[in-house]
């Protein structure tokens, strides 16, 4: 059965696409007339695989609906088809029918999501494949549901945590460009042929030649953020920016927590799940953006295989704190990792939100401290000149 994209026009003139599955051409048209549509086109898809993929609330949303429907006793497929319906006319619909179909016709579910590795990562594939060995796919999407609503609230952490040093830092860049084109350049009338002061000077050659070559300054900006961007991008970009990052320390406390909480919840799930402990390493180490980080997890990995002790070797590294490596070592001699795993991630998940509102603490004084600054050294430029004009007219 192959699938196929089609656009057409209802009855009440409204124009609609979508897709369809069916055995040839002529049954897919057969299919979309009896529901009383103008045809205007049909055409085979190549490849399902090349369809939107999900968002993190989709797949989200995808995890919680197959868990409900398989503990309300559907059958698999009868769920996946119940999901591709309810989602029928969405940019998302054609990879629920994909899935459905390779499920109807003989694949496993872990197969079928593997076809969409943009929206189904190694982990959600891997926790389903363990899922189905088990026979326990709801309790499966139970546990991927409650680990993705995890990640998301932790990138909403992160992002509202930033949110207002950044709308700071926009209103600062706001109010200096109103200073230095707008206000200063309408009061320089008013200091011409007068002994200004030092400070007075360089406020107003500074705001003069930002008005004099602001096309210049806005192509140079656009291009060192183009070249930032880039530079992030290369291997030695990520070392640098890394490494300058390990050196502030409340910044390096909240990245390496952050890493820490995001490997801690992953590999526990997967080992709960009956993932093996050396599959449950190579999946979740990927999750962990600091390189150094991730080069000692996966140093540790080939340290384990030799039988030696996954705990110890991350004790070299220096930036894996020592609660971390004491209890990964307790959990290793009881053989309860997934649990003590589980414990570090709600330490961690503590630990975390306790670091953030440290960081935005004390990054919002300073942005006000360097507003401050700014708009005060510019107001006394401008005041200086006039309270010689008042003495004078006194």
């Given amino acids: ?26 049954l897919a048209k057969a299919k979309l007339k009896r529901d009383r549509i103008f045809i205007t086109s049909v055409e085979e898809c190549s490849d399902a695989r090349k369809a939107d993929h999900l968002t993190e609330t989709q797949k989200l949303q995808f995890s919680r609906d197959v868990a409900s429907l398989l503990r309300s006793g559907l059958p698999l497929y009868e769920a996946l088809i119940t999901i591709e319906e309810k989602y029928a006319g969405t940019k998302a619909h054609t990879i629920y029918l994909d899935v459905a179909e390779q499920v109807k016709f003989g694949k496993s579910l872990s197969s079928a999501l593997r076809r969409h590795p943009q929206s189904f990562d190694d982990i959600f594939c891997a926790l389903v494949e363990a899922g189905e060995q088990t026979g326990e796919l709801d309790k499966i999407f139970l546990q991927i549901e409650k680990l993705y609503g995890r990640q998301q609230k932790l990138k909403k952490q992160l992002v509202s945590s930033l949110m207002y040093p950044a709308f700071l830092f926009a209103f600062c860049s706001l109010v200096l460009v109103v200073l230095f084109f707008f206000l200063i350049p309408t009061m320089q009338e008013m200091f011409e042929g007068k002994k200004l002061h030092p400070i007075t000077h360089i406020v107003l050659s500074i705001s003069d030649f930002l008005t004099a070559y602001w096309v210049q300054l806005v192509l140079g900006i656009v291009g060192c953020i183009t070249w930032f961007i880039f530079f992030l991008r290369s291997e030695t970009g990520k070392k640098t920016v890394e490494r300058l990052c390990l050196q502030v320390p409340i910044l390096e406390r909240v990245l390496i927590q952050s890493s820490l909480l995001r490997f801690s919840q992953i590999l526990a799930v997967l080992l709960r799940s009956g993932v093996p402990f050396i599959e449950g390493l190579r999946l979740s180490r990927n999750v962990i953006k600091m390189r150094t980080l991730k080069k000692s997890v996966e140093e540790g990995e080939e340290e384990a295989l030799r039988g030696g002790s996954f705990a110890a070797y991350l004790g070299k590294n220096p930036h894996f704190p ?73």
Avoid: C, H
């Fill in 322 to 394: 020592s609660l971390f490596v004491r209890m990964l070592s307790v959990a290793e001699e009881s053989g309860n990792m997934d649990a003590m795993l589980f414990s570090i991630a709600n330490i961690y998940d503590e630990e975390l939100e306790r670091s953030l509102t440290r960081f935005t603490t004390m990054l919002q004084p300073i942005i006000l401290l360097f507003l401050g600054i700014i708009v005060g050294t510019v107001l006394i430029a401008v005041l200086l000149p006039m309270s010689d004009i008042s003495a004078v007219l006194n």
């Fill in 1 to 26: 059965m192959a699938m196929y994209k089609y656009e057409a026009v209802t009855s009440s003139g409204k124009a609609t696409s979508g897709y369809i599955n069916a055995d040839s051409y002529e």
